[in-house]
């Protein structure tokens, strides 16, 4: 049982678009929300992350949007640039150290 | 500042060869984690330890062995490789008290044939 559902699988993105990337969880015990990015050959590195008592998390042009009741949270990347191109992981855990699950990732192309 | 450590980088075993991924990391963190990266699977944590001497199975342990003598090292144990196991592993740490979030070292690359 898949315990986080990420989408899309994939996406392409022009430069300085929005990209935005979904994902849903099961388990209502969570209660700490991050984002990983991964670069090919490189371990995935903590980009931002949320906790449920806040809606919204901005850092940069990364943003995280939390819908508590319907159990989703989205990942937007403002004025994309071809350097973001990469894989990201939403994760879920029921402390911010506990075990933490993983989407099925998604990969970004942004293209100039 | 080494962060986490792994070793190797790249192995070929043949099946039912038994070995041991090394994973240390020097940031005196008490929370360590196994995870396997797959294609479309994303990553799927193996073990998972909160300190020294504690373990705990995650989501896909069958076939993997792990033990923390102490809080740098974090072994994981391959009993008997199989082809399904052709994977990415990778191992990360984390702090209880902050900063949060999983510091992932950059994975062993495991070829079974």
């Known amino acids: 049982q898949q315990q986080v559902k990420q989408s899309p699988q994939s996406l392409i993105v022009q430069k300085g678009g929005i990209s935005i990337i979904n994902c849903a969880y099961e388990n209502t015990a969570f209660d700490y929300f991050p984002w990983y990015q991964q670069f090919p050959g490189k371990g995935p590195a903590l980009l931002i992350a949320i906790r449920p008592d806040v809606s919204e998390k901005k850092e940069g042009r990364f943003t995280i949007s939390f819908n508590k009741s319907a159990k989703q949270f989205s990942l937007h990347i403002m004025d994309s640039q071809p350097g973001d191109s990469a894989t990201y992981f939403c994760a879920a855990s029921i402390d911010n150290t506990d075990k933490l699950i993983f989407g099925t990732g998604t990969r970004l192309q942004v293209f100039p | 500042n080494a962060g986490v450590t792994q070793t190797p980088k790249f192995q070929v075993l043949k099946t039912g060869q038994s070995m041991t991924l090394q994973c240390a990391q020097d940031m005196n963190h008490e929370y360590m984690s196994w995870y396997r990266q797959d294609p479309g699977m994303g990553l799927r944590l193996i073990h998972y330890?909160?300190?020294?001497?504690?373990?705990d199975q995650g989501e896909v342990p069958n076939g993997y062995n792990v033990s923390r003598s102490t809080t740098e090292d974090f072994p994981l144990r391959l009993l008997s490789a199989a082809p399904s196991q052709t994977s990415v592993y990778f191992c990360?740490?984390?702090?209880?008290?902050?900063?949060?979030?999983?510091?992932f070292g950059s994975g062993t690359r495991l070829t079974v044939v």
């Open positions: 330890s909160v300190g020294a001497g504690i373990t």
């Open positions: 990360a740490s984390s702090s209880s008290t902050g900063p949060y979030g999983y510091t």
